[in-house]
């Protein structure tokens, strides 16, 4: 048994989610019908996360198994010669038999990519939020520095997550420019559902005076949805990278 794992990008906007769903196109359904067609059979695949509707992914891990043995390259780009053009195989490798693309990640970075300018950028919708009021983006990486340690992060957990626990870890966090261009930058163990596109808008909500600074701290111990800010849209969320 061969358990080939693929690294991946794609533009998230005209599907569903990576996970495969009954009555909506899904990366997860693309992909499996793309692998289907090449090996001639069906195969489970295991993605690493389940990114929502219209998140993007820039590094994202998969793996499934097959007794046939391929040359890994030529997968990758027979993969790419079927796959929509919003989809790519960046790489593909066997990995160990026991290898999990989701149960054995050790950590993700995402990234929130918002355009912070009071005319929107053409080439940046569906890809960036467009957020004409202005960023203070050195106090809010200041201010992000208080996401990272160990913490109960109930607060920034939207409705309908199903984790036996919402303790996480955040390794790093940091407010970014480069022109009109603001990027939030967070890496961590695991995240909850929602949870990175809740900090963004806790960080805008900072921004534009709503919530208090220095209170992030505060609004993690009250394990109070209602304390932290918006939920982001999802068009400037990508999945950036996991660790293993």
């Known amino acids: 048994m061969f358990n080939y794992k693929l690294i991946m990008s794609y533009d998230g906007t005209p599907y569903h989610g990576w996970q495969m769903q009954e009555n909506a196109m899904s990366v997860q359904q693309c992909l499996s019908e793309a692998i289907e067609r090449i090996f001639g059979e069906k195969c489970t695949i295991y993605g690493s996360s389940r990114t ?16 046939k043995e391929r040359d890994c390259e030529k997968i990758a780009y027979g993969l790419n010669a079927v796959l929509p053009e919003t989809i790519c195989v960046l790489s593909c490798e066997i990995a160990s038999e026991s290898f999990n693309a989701r149960f054995d990640a050790k950590g993700k970075e995402y990234i929130y990519k918002i355009w912070n300018s009071r005319r929107r950028n053409p080439f940046l919708i569906d890809k960036a939020l467009h957020h004409p009021v202005p960023i203070d983006s050195e106090m809010l990486n200041i201010q992000a520095k208080d996401y990272i340690g160990t913490h109960d992060f109930s607060a920034f ?42 900090m963004v808008g806790t960080l805008l909500d900072i921004n534009s005076g709503k919530i208090e600074k220095n209170t992030i701290p505060d609004i993690i111990e009250s394990k109070d949805r209602l304390r932290a800010g918006i939920t982001a849209k999802a068009q400037g969320l990508y999945l950036n990278e996991v660790y293993y």
């Open 52 to 67: 929502d509707k219209g998140v993007h992914a820039m590094g994202f891990c998969c793996n499934f198994k097959s007794e």
């Open 157 to 198: 957990c939207a409705a309908g997550g199903t984790t036996k626990t919402n303790v996480r870890t955040i390794f790093d966090c940091s407010v970014e420019r480069e022109g009109e261009l603001v990027t939030f930058r967070v890496k961590g163990d695991g995240f909850l559902y929602n949870m990175v596109r809740i």
